[in-house]
């Protein structure tokens, strides 16, 4: 069952890492050293608020035995997410079955998924049972459930319906205890109404479900991905400790992440193989092209996340008159991208003219005396007047 990307693990300590950031958890999958060429992703954290609300929903319903539908992009992480439910979930100690669904033809996954006996076709010169037999007490999860064939979607309703499987080339039903969590990258509903997938399998998967936000809509997960892989490849490669620069963290964070997390892990594999002196600068990062509907949706949100990087490596930094500094880069920034134009720079900032002439006159970018009123220029917050 390699071939299907099956696995069993009792998870003992399998999905965890313990050179966490916080308190939160890194999660990941076990043996990753050996899924070098996979499009999974290898770990999950829960550092931003999206995520925290993500883990605390996985939280409530392993505990359960509901059927969970967990959804997501490629690449966000829904095996991990899979076995964590597995791990807090009272089948721990019970066998944990991952299957990819789009890894096996249509006259193959029936057999794979129910199993089958001697002589039942061609080639079958012994019986073997199933995933579902193989995950007995346990987990079974089927990853890209919505490449399932309409005939075997019929076959595995009945199953979850009837908690039994009959195997290929028998009549004698067999009793299953297993808790199926399934996952796709596709929207269900919308393979519904196109006839693709049927709708009362729909329902029946959809008890408990996950959504897994893409990597670009929970920026706060970025940075400590980020530092898990460079810990993860230094120790690799025997390298010795390397840093993010502050501008290497904020475009990590600025960019959108088609990929999600496994771009990110490739990125940062990259970056250590190419960077000098133990410091990865933003130059040595080599991120995709983001097609244009992308780069516009997610442009504001990043833009604010990559500013709170860089300021928050510049706190790391310290140094003396840290808020003159980013106040001042703050204000000779808008006025270069008003064309240094003061009321136009007043307008973008929301504050008034004076401030603004104050402050350049300070920086040097403007000659002249500060006036009189400069101090009190300074805390004068009101709406510019739009008359010169």
């Not at 076959?155 to 996952?183: C, T, Y």
């Not at 709170?308 to 703050?330: I, Q």
């Not at 002439?357 to 005396?369: E, N, T, V």
Request: glycine fraction near 6%.
């Amino acid at each position: 069952m390699n071939k299907g990307r099956s696995s069993k693990s009792s998870l003992q300590g399998d999905i965890f890492d313990n050179r966490q950031m916080s308190d939160m958890p890194v999660l990941t999958l076990p043996n990753a050293d050996a899924l070098s060429l996979s499009v999974r992703a290898k770990a999950l954290v829960f550092e931003d608020p999206l995520s925290r609300a993500m883990l605390a929903s996985i939280q409530q319903i392993a505990p359960s035995d509901a059927t969970a539908l967990v959804i997501g992009e490629t690449g966000t992480g829904k095996e991990i997410v899979a076995r964590y439910i597995h791990q807090l979930s009272d089948r721990r100690e019970r066998p944990f079955v991952a299957v990819n669904c789009g890894a096996f033809t249509e006259s193959l996954v029936e057999s794979e998924l129910f199993g089958h006996e001697k002589g039942a076709f061609t080639g079958a010169a012994w019986a073997k049972p199933g995933w579902f037999e193989s995950a007995q007490g346990g987990t079974l999860f089927l990853d890209e459930i919505g490449d399932l064939p309409l005939t075997i979607q019929v076959k595995l309703l009945r199953v979850l319906q009837e908690r039994e499987v009959v195997r290929l080339g028998s009549r004698e039903p067999l009793p299953i205890d297993v808790r199926l969590i399934a996952a796709t990258n596709v929207n269900l509903a919308d393979a519904v109404r196109a006839g693709k997938f049927r709708e009362d399998l729909y329902y029946r998967l959809n008890v408990a479900m996950v959504v897994i936000p893409p990597l670009r809509e929970r920026p706060g997960d970025v940075l400590p991905l980020a530092r898990h892989f460079l810990n993860v490849y230094t120790q690799r490669l025997g390298a010795e400790t390397f840093t993010l620069t502050p501008g290497a963290a904020a475009r990590l964070v600025a960019h959108a992440w088609p990929g999600n997390i496994r771009e990110l892990e490739n990125a940062i594999h990259h970056a250590l193989l190419v960077s000098r002196q133990q410091r990865i600068e933003a130059d040595d990062l080599r991120l995709a092209v983001l097609a244009p509907s992308q780069a516009s949706a997610s442009r504001p949100a990043g833009a604010i996340a990559a500013l709170a990087a860089a300021l928050e490596a510049l706190y790391e930094e310290g140094g003396a008159d840290l808020f003159g500094r980013v106040e001042e880069l703050v204000m000779r920034t808008a006025y270069s991208h008003c064309d240094r134009n003061q009321l136009e720079t007043a307008r973008l900032l929301g504050i008034s003219r004076n401030v603004v002439r104050a402050r350049l006159i300070q920086y040097g970018d403007l000659k002249g005396p500060l006036r009189p009123g400069y101090e009190a220029a300074r805390e004068d917050h009101q709406q510019p007047r739009t008359t010169q």
